[in-house]
């Protein structure tokens, strides 16, 4: 499973940052920058829930291909 990301979304709320540091932060813009894509089953469920608090609908989930 990986992140997906549509920047042109993103309105620098942080709530992703907020929810989950690891795969989540801000550039000097206020942007979000995925720092790890990739979500193992240990982390799926904290990942989704920082996916879910994007209230500009710029993050989801996917599953690999392959």
Known sequence: MHIGLDLGK???YGNCVA???AHF??????LVVLLDK???EADRERVAA???SCPADALWLAENDG
Do not use: H, I, P, W
Request: proline share 0%; net charge negative.
């Open 19 to 21: 929810a989950d540091e």
């Open 38 to 40: 990739n979500v193992t």
């Open 25 to 30: 932060d801000l550039d000097d813009s206020g």
């Open 50 to 52: 920082a996916v879910r």
């Open 10 to 12: 993103c309105q620098s």
